[in-house]
């Protein structure tokens, strides 16, 4: 009985008020010094809860502001649900079931707040994908300039309940330092599911990633139903109805499926149904995957794919490839593929060279793309320099390596003015077998070591080109497709990406240590 009278008193001074002070009986002087006091009853106050000062929530990627409160935060009462603002119910109805569905509440549409609701809302100033989440009176307000930011405020909310089982008192205000996140995958070499491409997407959704690239076409495998080449299409490979699937599903989260059909090399497959078209050296060798760029029938069947594909993948961006064309990469191009010498002459002038040829033809599929508004990227060994032609000044350098034959370094294309997308292949490439000194990347490196920065090698580049650099991906690419599983690739890259996308979304060094972001990656995921 007497912890708990302490405990009331310790309650009551905590919450301001002061213990009494004894009334003095008697009127005069000495007879109240001489005379014993008889005390006042004591105060009967009612105990109030405090609350330490909040900290910012534990989610993945970490947000980047966080305005700490005094307060109980916020979790999924049996009272609560979520509501949107009766103006944007249209645009964001379909993130309000989502979160509810995830927290378990109902979702009430566009009626008033209750306390102990999400309230979904279009507002205020910033990027696209900047959200503010403010918990405050036992409710939760996300707000954001656009439904991609709204989204993220939600991804937010979700993996705090699931890290903590609450959302902590105090102003979320957050934004990704670059805009393109991503994950690709090679599904020319290695077929892979609707399903398991659906469930990396929900993935990167909740881990904030907004692109999904895939590479369907390679010497290996072609993996997209075609209307107009049936006949290069492998057996095994996705309908259109489930591409659709996909790209459906991708852009309720706010994720854009960027398609790549490689070429003119890595086209074994079309080669395989036009034997006619395979590039020939003058010793007769057949180089795998490589087309003969002299010939006209190689850019119209590629430009027919290139159509046809467009109608599926509705996203803003396109990847053209451009990656090791084998006749760039011989010493002399021009005397082991003299066909392809006289063709550049006969197009260019005198001047002109194998590599000319290559960057006219990157341009001309360039410019089959391009009416439809998309973004163009290629890869960086499909850029030259010192010949007749130029790489078109809008194609965005896919930038990967720093092995192919008379390498660039990325400032070379920075300095340039161009924009840039890191897929270091140090850092970010996982590539099955582990050929060619290639080593699975761990979750701990890119966390530790890489930034957006880290283009090539481990050395960043100067922060001055911070802005070219959009953004980056990570990379799973088949090159002996049985050595592992769909499961073991998927639970193979799940640290690699989760750590790609926390560098992606804040470059700067993370808070947590690798061992504590790893045990948080294991309660929000």
């Not at 395979?278 to 190689?298: E, F, N, Y």
Request: proline letters at 7%; glycine letters at 10%.
């Amino acid at each position: 009985m007497a912890a708990a009278v302490a405990l009331v008193t310790v309650a009551a001074c905590s919450n301001g008020s002061s213990p009494a002070t004894p009334a003095a009986s008697g009127t005069g002087s000495t007879a109240s010094a001489a005379a014993p006091t008889q005390a006042a009853p004591p105060p009967s106050p009612t105990p109030t809860r405090t609350y330490p000062l909040s900290t910012a929530p534990r989610v993945i990627p970490a947000v980047r502001a966080h305005e700490a409160a005094r307060g109980p935060g916020w979790k999924p009462g049996p009272g609560a649900g979520v509501v949107v603002a009766a103006k944007d119910e249209a645009a964001l109805a379909d993130e309000a079931r989502l979160i509810a569905g995830e927290l378990r509440v109902p979702y009430r549409g566009t009626a008033a707040a209750r306390p102990g609701d999400v309230s979904l809302a279009l507002g205020g100033q910033g990027a696209r994908e900047s959200y503010t989440l403010a918990v405050r009176d036992g409710g939760v307000r996300i707000t954001g300039p656009d439904q991609a930011g709204v989204f993220y405020g939600t991804r937010t909310l979700k993996q705090s309940v699931r890290s903590t089982g609450a959302m902590p008192e105090g102003v979320v205000t957050d934004a990704p330092a670059k805009p393109e996140r991503g994950l690709f995958v090679d599904i020319a070499r290695k077929y892979f599911t609707a399903g398991w491409i659906e469930a990396r997407v929900r993935e990167m959704a909740d881990l904030k990633l907004n692109e999904l690239q895939l590479h369907f076409s390679d010497d290996q495998g072609f993996r997209i139903a075609s209307d107009s080449h049936p006949e290069v299409v492998s057996a095994k490979h996705l309908s259109k109805a489930e591409v659709k699937r996909i790209v459906d599903l991708a852009a309720s989260l706010h994720i854009t499926v960027v398609p790549e059909i490689d070429s003119p090399g890595h086209l074994g497959a079309v080669i395989a149904a036009h034997p006619e078209l395979q590039l020939v050296s003058a010793t007769g060798r057949t180089p795998r995957g490589a087309v003969d760029i002299s010939k006209p029938a190689s850019a119209k069947i590629v430009d027919d794919l290139l159509r046809e594909y467009q109608g599926l993948f509705p996203g803003a961006y396109w990847h053209l490839g451009g990656d090791e064309y084998v006749a760039l990469m011989s010493k002399n191009p021009e005397a082991t593929y003299p066909q392809l010498a006289r063709a550049a002459t006969a197009k260019y002038g005198s001047s002109g060279r194998v590599q000319d040829l290559a960057t006219g033809w990157l341009d001309d599929r360039a410019a089959v793309v391009r009416p439809s508004g998309r973004a163009l990227r290629a890869w960086n060994d499909g850029f030259f320099t010192g010949g007749v032609v130029s790489a078109a000044t809008d194609l965005q350098v896919a930038y990967w390596t720093g092995k192919e034959i008379g390498a660039r370094q990325p400032v070379s294309y920075l300095s340039a003015g161009r924009k840039l997308l890191n897929y270091n292949d140090k850092y970010l490439y996982y590539v099955l077998g582990q050929p060619n000194h290639f080593t699975y990347p761990t979750g701990r490196r890119i966390y530790e070591e890489w930034t957006p920065l880290v283009v090539r090698g481990s050395t960043p580049v100067p922060a001055r080109y911070d802005s070219q650099i959009l953004g980056g991906s990570f990379a799973v690419w088949c090159d002996f497709p049985n050595a592992q599983t769909q499961a073991q690739v998927a639970d193979g890259i799940r640290m690699p990406l989760t750590a790609t996308a926390q560098k992606l979304w804040d470059a700067r060094k993370p808070a947590l240590t690798w061992t504590a972001f790893r045990d948080l990656a294991g309660r929000v995921r």
